[in-house]
C-alpha cells in the first residue's frame, strides 16, 4: 500500500459514518480506522487536529445534512475492517503460554508513561492465556534517583486498577542478592568478570581507546579474593566488571559494571548488603531463573538488552524474546511527566501527594475520573512502535471522553462568580434542564432575582445581549434586562442562582474557583458529571469548609 500523508476523504467517511449511526462522532473512533489506510503511527500527533476540526464540523451538522454529505464519502471506507487489535501483533516464537514481566523500579508511583510497557505485557499474557510476574526491581539505585518506601504500595495499587492480573507471589530483588552473588563468583571462574579499582575517569579514557586496565589481568585465584574484600570496601572503591571485547564498536559495552558498592541503606533490607548488582546483571539471572520468554522494553535499554545475551551466552542459556519498544512521548501542556521530578516534588511539599495531577501519575488519573478502559486503549492503540513518537494527551482524553459521555449528567459552574440582577422578574422561578442531551430526564433548576455568571463572561459581554444558557436573554449590565426575542446567533453563557461554593482542581495543578449549582449536593464521591462548557469532572467529595471539590478530566 502506497504511503499517504492527506487523509481527508477517509476521515470525512469514518467521521460521517459514526456520526450517522450514535448521533455524533469522536477522535477516538476515527483514528484507528486510519491505520488500514496506510497510516504511520509517527504521523498520529499530526493528523489528530485534522481529525478534531471534522469531527466538531460533523457534529454541528443536522441528520439531514450528514446523509447527503455520507453518500459523496461513504466509497472511502473500508467495510471490512482490520482487527480491533491493530496495535498488538502476534509476537513471535510464542509457544505454549508465554511468561512475561513487569519489573518497577519504586522510587515511586508509575505515571502515564510507565504504565504503557507494563500494560503491554499485560495485554500480551491475556491474549495468549500467559502469566505476568510482578518484580520489584528494587536494588540500590542512584543517589539521584532512591527508593521510596511508600512507592512499592503505589506500583501495586497501580497496577490493580489497571487490570494487569500478576503471579500471587511477587519478586523483590532485594531479596535475592545471595542468588547474585553465587552467579557472580561463577562468572569469576570462569574467567568472564573481573573486581576493577580503578578511578571512574581514567576507566573512561580507556574504553574510549580500546585498552584494558592492569585490575583486568589478575588470575582467577585473585580476583575471586578481591571479590570477597570488596564486601569490605568503600563506595566508589571497587566494582565487578564484565568481560567483553575492548574493541566493541560501542566504547559503552566494554567492561561494564556488574556490581558496585554502595553504604546507603535500602528501606527493606536497611544495611545488611553493600554490595549491590547493576540491573543488567539482575535481569540477565532472574529472567533466566524464573522462565521468562518475552521481554517487552524500550529502546532505551537496548544495550541492557546486549549485557543480558552475553551474560546467557555465559552461562550457555536460552535467550528470551526481546521486544524493543520505541518510546512514547505523551505531549501534554500541563507538565512534563518525570518520576524522578515527581519525586522531589512530593516530598518537597510543592505536590499535594502521589495523586497530585502533576505527577501523571496512576493515582493521579484514577481522582481525575481518567478509566482504566480508556488508559488500556490509548495503549492498544499505540501498540508496539519501533520509532519514537509523540501522542498527544488528547487522544487518551477522547477514548475517555466517548465511554463517559452517554452517562455524565450535566450540570452549571461557573468560575469566579459575579452576581448580576435580572430586572423584571419574580423572586423565583424553577426551570427545566435536560439532565443529558440525548435523554429525556430534565433536572428541576431553582433561579432567584439574582444570578451569577463567570467574571470572563461579565467582562466580555458587558453591554451585549447575551443567552443565559437553558434560561433566557438579557442585555447585560449592572441592571440587566431581559429582551422578548430569542436570538439563536447571540453568545450563550454558563450561570448559576441557586448555588454551593465550589472548586475544580485542574492539571496545572491549580485551582478553580467558582459556584455550582445546588443539584450538586446529591452527588456521590466518585461520580463523574459534566460542568457544561466547561469540562468532565470527578466529584472528590465535600471539604471542611463546605466547598464541593471536583477534579478536572479533560474538555
Known amino acids: 500500500m502506497a504511503k499517504k500523508t492527506n487523509f481527508v476523504d477517509e476521515i470525512y467517511g469514518y467521521a460521517l459514518k459514526n456520526a450517522i449511526e450514535f448521533g455524533k462522532t469522536d477522535t477516538s473512533k476515527v483514528l484507528p480506522k486510519l491505520f488500514?489506510?496506510?497510516?504511520?503511527?509517527?504521523?498520529?500527533?499530526?493528523?489528530?487536529?485534522?481529525?478534531?476540526?471534522?469531527?466538531?464540523?460533523?457534529?454541528?451538522?443536522?441528520?439531514?445534512?450528514r446523509n447527503l454529505q455520507y453518500g459523496k464519502y461513504k466509497k472511502y471506507i473500508i467495510e471490512h475492517e482490520i482487527s480491533e487489535r491493530v496495535g498488538l501483533p502476534e509476537l513471535p516464537n510464542v509457544k505454549g503460554k508465554p511468561v512475561f514481566r513487569v519489573a518497577p523500579f519504586p522510587s515511586g508511583a508509575l505515571h502515564l508513561g510507565n504504565a504503557r510497557t507494563f500494560l503491554l505485557n499485560a495485554m500480551y499474557a491475556e491474549k495468549y492465556n500467559g502469566k505476568v510476574i510482578l518484580v520489584m526491581d528494587d536494588t540500590i539505585g542512584s543517589a539521584k534517583k532512591p527508593i521510596t518506601p511508600e512507592a512499592y504500595g503505589l506500583i501495586k495499587d497501580a497496577l490493580k486498577w489497571l487490570g494487569v492480573e500478576y503471579d500471587k507471589k511477587i519478586i523483590y530483588k532485594s531479596d535475592r542478592l545471595e542468588i547474585y552473588y553465587k552467579y557472580a563468583k561463577e562468572l569469576i571462574k570462569k574467567d568472564k568478570a573481573y573486581v576493577c579499582h580503578c578511578p571512574q575517569k581514567w576507566l573512561q579514557q580507556l574504553r574510549v581507546q580500546g585498552k584494558e586496565c592492569g585490575c583486568r589481568q589478575f588470575p582467577v585465584s585473585i580476583q575471586l579474593l578481591r571479590w570477597e574484600a570488596m564486601f569490605d570496601a568503600k563506595e566508589g572503591e571497587a566494582t565487578l566488571r564484565l568481560k567483553t571485547d575492548m574493541k566493541h564498536p560501542n566504547p559503552a559495552f566494554r567492561d561494564r559494571v556488574l556490581f558496585k558498592v554502595s553504604q546507603r541503606e535500602h528501606p527493606r533490607k536497611k544495611n545488611k548488603y553493600r554490595v549491590w548488582p547493576a540491573l543488567e546483571m539482575s535481569w540477565a539471572i532472574d529472567d533466566h531463573l524464573l522462565g521468562i520468554t518475552h521481554i517487552i522494553r524500550g529502546n532505551d535499554l537496548s544495550i541492557e538488552s546486549e549485557m543480558e545475551k552475553y551474560i546467557w551466552d555465559i552461562f550457555g542459556w536460552t535467550h528470551p524474546i526481546i521486544v524493543h519498544l520505541g518510546l512514547v512521548n505523551v505531549d501534554t501542556s500541563e507538565a512534563k511527566m518525570s518520576k524522578s521530578k515527581a519525586q522531589r516534588e512530593v516530598q518537597s511539599g510543592k505536590f499535594i501527594g502521589w495523586d497530585d495531577p502533576r505527577t501523571w501519575s496512576v493515582q493521579s488519573l484514577m481522582r481525575r475520573g481518567i478509566?482504566?478502559?480508556?488508559?488500556?486503549?490509548?495503549?492498544?492503540?499505540?501498540?508496539?512502535?519501533?520509532?519514537?513518537?509523540?501522542?498527544?494527551?488528547d487522544s487518551l482524553y477522547a477514548a475517555n471522553r466517548r465511554m463517559i459521555d452517554a452517562h455524565a449528567l450535566r450540570y452549571f459552574f461557573v468560575e469566579n462568580g459575579r452576581k448580576i440582577e435580572v430586572d423584571g422578574k419574580p423572586e423565583f422561578i424553577e426551570v427545566g434542564i435536560p439532565v443529558h442531551p440525548e435523554k429525556d430526564e430534565r433536572r428541576v433548576v431553582r433561579v432567584d432575582k439574582s444570578i451569577y455568571i463567570s467574571k470572563e463572561d461579565f467582562d466580555k459581554y458587558q453591554g451585549e445581549e447575551v443567552r443565559l444558557l437553558h434560561l433566557y436573554n438579557i442585555n447585560l449590565g449592572k441592571e440587566s434586562e431581559v429582551t422578548s426575542v430569542e436570538n439563536k446567533d447571540i453568545p450563550k453563557i454558563q450561570w448559576v442562582s441557586d448555588s454551593?461554593?465550589?472548586?475544580?482542581?485542574?492539571?496545572?495543578?491549580?485551582?478553580?474557583?467558582?459556584?455550582?449549582?445546588?443539584?450538586?449536593?446529591?452527588?456521590?464521591?466518585?461520580?463523574?458529571?459534566?460542568?457544561?462548557r466547561f469540562g468532565f469532572v470527578r466529584f472528590d467529595g465535600k471539604n471542611k469548609d463546605g466547598t464541593y471539590e471536583f477534579w478536572f478530566a479533560h474538555k
Open 36 to 65: 488500514q489506510h496506510g497510516l504511520n503511527k509517527k504521523d498520529v500527533g499530526k493528523i489528530i487536529p485534522k481529525i478534531q476540526e471534522t469531527v466538531d464540523k460533523i457534529n454541528s451538522w443536522d441528520a439531514n445534512l
Open 371 to 393: 478509566l482504566k478502559e480508556a488508559v488500556r486503549e490509548f495503549v492498544r492503540e499505540i501498540g508496539i512502535t519501533k520509532q519514537d513518537v509523540t501522542i498527544p494527551i
Open 500 to 532: 454551593v461554593s465550589a472548586s475544580v482542581m485542574m492539571p496545572s495543578g491549580k485551582m478553580a474557583m467558582g459556584l455550582a449549582e445546588s443539584g450538586v449536593k446529591k452527588l456521590k464521591k466518585g461520580d463523574l458529571i459534566q460542568f457544561e
